[in-house]
């Protein structure tokens, strides 16, 4: 996809984001300088936001990209995240396999409005979950390790 193309489905998804009441912040935007400090500050460093977006409740924090194709898919990541979660939650999977979920979402919903997604950035996706694997073991295990270590 070109720019031009990327920009397209970047403002269906900011429209498809204003009507379901999501706020989305551009933490590359050079306003959000201060943001970006104060939240880099607290996640120990400001590489939080390259290559790496979040959602918080009905606010996309959209991070720093190179690729516009990456931002634009973790776009519709973070997007799938605040409209299918609720749903996930109930289930008892893993964390890897809801992030799995979410990212198959995301491409089908940037597929829906017509976007040609490369394999690179299909790819880039499904790296981005494989960094969720073993995420109980990591997370929690490690958790009640310590918390047996303290009593
Ligand atoms: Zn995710």
Redesign the pocket.
């Given at each position: 996809m070109d720019i031009k193309q990327i920009e397209k489905y970047e403002k269906i998804l900011r429209n498809t984001c204003r009507s379901y009441k999501i706020n989305v912040i551009d933490v590359s935007l050079p306003s959000n300088k201060k943001f970006r400090e104060k939240q880099g500050k607290k996640a120990n460093g400001k590489e939080w936001f390259n290559n790496s977006s979040s959602c918080v409740d009905m606010t996309i924090y959209l991070g720093i990209y190179k690729n516009k194709s990456f931002r634009l898919i973790s776009f519709a990541?973070?997007l799938c995240?605040i409209l299918h979660d609720s749903f996930a939650s109930n289930m008892k999977n893993t964390t890897f396999y809801n992030?799995l979920m979410?990212?198959y979402k995301a491409f089908k919903l940037l597929n829906s409005f017509g976007a040609n997604l490369s394999n690179e950035t299909i790819c880039w996706g499904l790296d981005?979950?494989k960094t969720y694997i073993g995420w109980e073991e990591r997370e929690v295990l490690n958790y009640d390790k310590e918390s047996r270590k303290e009593i």
């Amino acid at each position: 996809m070109d720019i031009k193309q990327i920009e397209k489905y970047e403002k269906i998804l900011r429209n498809t984001c204003r009507s379901y009441k999501i706020n989305v912040i551009d933490v590359s935007l050079p306003s959000n300088k201060k943001f970006r400090e104060k939240q880099g500050k607290k996640a120990n460093g400001k590489e939080w936001f390259n290559n790496s977006s979040s959602c918080v409740d009905m606010t996309i924090y959209l991070g720093i990209y190179k690729n516009k194709s990456f931002r634009l898919i973790s776009f519709a990541h973070e997007l799938c995240h605040i409209l299918h979660d609720s749903f996930a939650s109930n289930m008892k999977n893993t964390t890897f396999y809801n992030e799995l979920m979410v990212w198959y979402k995301a491409f089908k919903l940037l597929n829906s409005f017509g976007a040609n997604l490369s394999n690179e950035t299909i790819c880039w996706g499904l790296d981005q979950a494989k960094t969720y694997i073993g995420w109980e073991e990591r997370e929690v295990l490690n958790y009640d390790k310590e918390s047996r270590k303290e009593i």
